[in-house]
């Protein structure tokens, strides 16, 4: 259900506080200098495809920061990771196929 099987390093960054692994994935996507554009601020990570490698964003979009709120709300003492768990998709189970 993901056409071009794109990646959001946002939102893999979204996940982390659910998914410490995470962090292991974003580094080993910042090693590659090929995936960070340059900007007139820095270089980032932009969202990729896994199937077309040299595919690069022609802008940054909103919806590449969405989830970082998902992850930034489980360090919330009022919301934590039921919050979390409630209003995503994500799955813990790594069988389970939507």
Not at 5 to 23: D, K
Not at 79 to 92: A, V
């Amino acid at each position: 259900k993901n056409p071009g099987t794109m990646v959001s390093p946002h939102i893999i960054a979204g996940f982390m506080p659910a998914l410490p692994l995470a962090r292991t994935h974003l580094l080993k996507h910042w090693q590659n200098p090929d995936q960070r554009l340059k900007t007139s601020v820095g270089e980032i990570l932009p969202r990729f495809s896994l199937d077309h490698p040299k595919w690069k964003p022609h802008r940054i979009e909103a919806i590449d920061y969405s989830s970082m709120l998902f992850g930034l709300a489980t360090l919330h003492p009022n919301l934590g990771m039921n919050f979390f768990k409630k209003n995503t998709r994500f799955t813990f189970n790594k069988n389970k196929q939507d």
